[in-house]
């Protein structure tokens, strides 16, 4: 079976890990604001998903973040924008975060999530 893959691999988080997410900008303007814990869903080096309560109202604007997560020892954050909301249930929105990581970045979160792998913390999909 032949395929045409081009998306890396999506590593979902079994469970989500808390993890805290800033705003650094909104709509071009920056701003500083307090972390808030999110869960993180899944990642990837391209992406990640994350959980909250908080409605952005990302489909009104232009949001920049910055997600501080810890995956095995080192404290680790990846700046990214906000790319889609979905409202999962009342009060709950996931959220899509493309995210802009250096090569060095991308090669340390590789090594980062094939060890989680190995200890069967995430599942590939």
């Given at each position: 079976?032949?395929?045409?893959?081009?998306?890396?691999?999506?590593?979902?988080?079994?469970?989500?890990?808390?993890?805290?997410?800033?705003?650094?900008?909104?709509?071009?303007?920056?701003?500083?604001?307090?972390?808030?814990?999110?869960?993180?869903i899944d990642i990837?080096?391209?992406?990640?998903?994350?959980?909250?309560?908080?409605?952005?109202?990302?489909?009104n604007h232009q949001?920049?973040?910055?997600?501080?997560?810890?995956?095995?020892?080192?404290?680790?954050?990846?700046?990214?924008?906000?790319?889609?909301?979905?409202?999962?249930?009342?009060?709950?929105?996931?959220y899509g975060l493309?995210?802009?990581?250096?090569?060095?970045?991308?090669?340390?979160?590789?090594?980062?999530?094939?060890?989680?792998?190995?200890?069967?913390?995430?599942?590939?999909?």
């Amino acid at each position: 079976m032949s395929t045409k893959r081009t998306d890396p691999f999506r590593y979902t988080l079994t469970p989500p890990l808390a993890c805290k997410m800033e705003i650094t900008h909104i709509d071009d303007m920056p701003l500083q604001s307090k972390p808030a814990t999110v869960d993180l869903i899944d990642i990837n080096k391209s992406g990640c998903r994350i959980g909250t309560g908080l409605n952005l109202h990302a489909s009104n604007h232009q949001i920049r973040a910055a997600v501080h997560v810890q995956l095995n020892e080192n404290l680790c954050v990846y700046n990214g924008e906000i790319r889609w909301q979905e409202e999962i249930e009342p009060a709950m929105f996931h959220y899509g975060l493309s995210l802009e990581l250096s090569p060095d970045e991308k090669e340390q979160l590789n090594i980062e999530l094939r060890s989680l792998a190995a200890s069967g913390r995430i599942v590939v999909l």
